[in-house]
């Protein structure tokens, strides 16, 4: 937006100046911050209802100046705003505050007077929902998913933080909240009574307005680091007086009774106990979710620094959240090698710091700290999660000890592992259901990476040579005692059996050979020495995305360019098991695994193997991204730069690595 059609923004609380994130999405929402008095035009910005807000209200009626009220959006954080964490969004509102029934918030203009009857903008609210319960997200999103719920069929009752602008702005108070406890029993006689407390008063940041004083036989709290959606999902019954919570709850399928005035009552999904007496129109969920969260928030990439789509900031949500929940105990890494603690202390060592440990020492200090322990996959140790690179992993080779982009945890198995099951093989065979949303972007990244013409390593390479005419294979050779083809492998486990049956199987076809770059620079075994004898063309530093678009099909044990092949639309023959095998993609000539029993398109196997498996971190910011982020970064190069002194500089910082937890 051009610095002459940004509006002044006249500001009294000094949060919009301090807290960078906050002052950026203002910004970039098209407002300059200023401090002093507002002239003709200006607007004065105050935070909701806040303590501070007096300030600006006052300076706003003297001078006769709009007041534009600022708020988190309804997805805001990991972790909650007094401990630090910055939102996702914010939500700009010049007729009032969303949840104060006195004026008429934009919101609440949105929500009675646009149609809203638009197919596009309603399906992707409809994804928008599955998206936040798939994801569990919520407004906050330090709690577990996996955790179980309570034995299904209890009342939920919702508290709320005492003195809240939210709770003052609809005239409730203390006895409001005992009047909805009292009406959640008799109205359910004998039923269960769960108290979702909330978040900022299980970390005791504010009090709520009930306590384990309001504990009897037949009520309970709910103060544990339980989903909502997990709650909301057991209940049989939903009551709140003005929660974000009973919002979500309408998502979830519930008609929540309410005892305030949020901004999601009066348009026919609630039971309302005071209502708003003009809002009188009745929406659909999609309808209300279209207006909260798509319409009426501004969203924040923090990638590109830009505002973005609903669906953008909720994956960047979701991969933070899912950070959270997988590091929130602390690791043990055992027996990792210097150069790979760097980037192991980036990916997990938030919020607390990885320890290093070698032996037997490892799986001690994770069991006397109360840690989970991480092993690299390769030793196929079962007393841990494994760790592994990425399918997008960096620019440069591993050998060459350049940090990984991507990172997969695996607590069942390990992906190339064929010989049990891994948790991207229960990814795919759960994929066959994948939701409308979920296969739209997928097909979307798969659209980006072969646009983009990306692989695994990325490696600057020679020139693709002229090909002879012809029906051509490629075969890509792969590093011998790598893992994935001792344990994806059975009659063919090497390179030369490799191209021998290929060209047993294909008499007339050009045969084109690929080594490995590993085996190439040297680093690795897997060289053939009479393959010319096999294969009519031999590709030395060559672009596998040049190669795999330059041939008809791919023949090979386990490598991933088969995945990369199948991305392109090419035909694969696998002679052995990798994770792309049995699916019902690729023409598989080796023993069939019968937990297999997916039958997916490509769009579900790269959900899976693209978007859900992996972890991503941005070398940017630093902070968890989602896979498209990786895109940008590796398509434009994004990167951090290597020098010829990357191994010893690496296995150095390694080293330092090590003792992260001694100063964080």
């Known amino acids: 937006m051009s610095q002459d059609l940004r509006q002044h923004l006249y500001v009294y609380n000094g949060g919009f100046l301090t807290k960078g994130r906050v002052k950026r999405i203002v910004e970039l929402a098209g407002y300059d911050i200023k401090l002093g008095a507002p002239g003709d035009g200006d607007l004065v910005g105050v935070w909701g209802h806040s303590p501070t807000s007096p300030r600006g209200e006052a300076i706003a009626e003297i001078t006769n100046a709009p007041i534009l009220r600022v708020e988190d959006s309804f997805l805001r954080s990991v972790g909650l705003g007094r401990d630090g964490y910055p939102p996702i969004g914010l939500n700009f509102d010049l007729g009032g505050a969303h949840y104060d029934p006195r004026t008429r918030s934009d919101l609440e203009v949105i929500l009675s007077e646009n149609p809203l009857d638009d197919t596009a903008l309603l399906d992707q609210a409809k994804a928008g929902i599955a998206a936040l319960k798939a994801d569990h997200l919520s407004k906050y999103n330090r709690f577990d998913p996996t955790l179980p719920g309570p034995e299904p069929g209890y009342v939920l009752v919702i508290d709320q933080t005492r003195q809240d602008a939210a709770i003052k702005a609809c005239g409730a108070d203390s ?17 269960r009574i769960i108290i979702k407390t909330h978040p900022e008063t299980v970390a005791g940041h504010r009090k709520g307005y009930f306590t384990k004083k309001d504990c009897t036989a037949q009520i309970s709290l709910a103060d544990n680091n339980i989903s909502p959606w997990v709650l909301l999902e057991g209940a049989i019954a939903v009551y709140t007086v003005s929660s974000q919570l009973g919002f979500e709850a309408i998502l979830a399928g519930h008609k929540p009774v309410v005892f305030g005035q949020p901004f999601y009552c009066g348009w026919g999904l609630t039971d309302d106990r005071k209502p708003v007496q003009r809002r009188q129109r009745t929406l659909t969920r999609a309808q209300l979710f279209a207006g909260a969260m798509i319409l009426y928030p501004k969203w924040y990439d923090p990638f590109h620094d830009r505002l973005c789509t609903f669906e953008e900031a909720a994956a960047t949500l979701a991969v933070a959240a899912t950070a959270w929940r997988d590091d929130r105990a602390g690791w043990v890494a055992a027996d990792m090698r210097l150069w790979k603690r ?6 997990f060592g938030t919020p607390k710091p990885v320890i290093f440990a070698d032996g037997e020492k490892a799986h001690l200090r994770a069991t006397k700290k109360g840690r989970r322990l991480m092993r690299w996959a390769n030793t196929g140790a079962d007393d841990a999660i494994l760790v592994e690179d990425g399918f997008l992993r960096s620019r440069g080779l591993g050998a060459d000890l350049i940090h990984p982009l991507s990172l997969v945890l695996d607590d069942t198995g ?33 659209a980006r990476i072969t646009e983009a013409r990306l692989s695994k390593y990325n490696l600057k390479t020679n020139p693709l040579p002229a090909l002879p005419k012809g029906r051509r294979i490629l075969v890509p050779g792969q590093v011998e005692d790598d893992a994935s083809i001792k344990l994806g492998t059975s009659e063919v486990a090497d390179n030369l059996t490799l191209l021998e049956i290929t060209r047993k199987a294909n008499p007339a076809a050009v045969i084109i050979y690929k080594p490995h770059p590993d085996v190439e620079a040297g680093l690795r075994p897997g060289h053939v020495p009479n393959a010319a004898e096999l294969a009519d063309v031999i590709l030395t530093k060559t672009d596998p995305i040049d190669a795999i678009e330059a041939v008809d099909e791919v023949w090979t044990m386990t490598s991933l360019i088969g995945f990369e092949a199948l ?4 035909k694969v023959t696998c002679l052995g098991t990798p994770f792309y095998a049995g699916w019902g993609l690729t023409d598989d000539r080796a023993m069939p695994i019968e937990r297999r029993q997916a039958r997916v398109d490509l769009a579900a196997l790269v959900h899976a193997t693209l978007i859900a498996y992996p972890r991503y971190r941005d070398p940017v910011t630093g902070l968890p991204c989602p896979v498209e982020v990786i895109v940008d970064r590796i398509e434009n190069n994004d990167l951090p730069k290597h020098s010829m002194f990357n191994r010893s500089l ?11 937890f001694l100063w964080r």
């Open 175 to 191: 006895n409001t909240f005992k009047e909805m406890l009292f009406y959640a029993q008799t109205e359910n006689p004998g039923a």
């Open 650 to 660: 690496a296995k150095l910082q390694g080293l330092f690595a090590s003792y992260a």
């Open 567 to 570: 991305l392109r639309g090419k």
């Open 414 to 446: 390990i992906y190339y592992d064929a010989t049990r099951p891994s948790l991207l093989e229960n990814l795919i065979n759960a994929s066959e259901n994948l939701d409308d949303a979920a296969r739209a972007r997928a097909t979307a990244l798969i």
């Open 342 to 347: 760097k980037p192991l202390q980036q990916f």
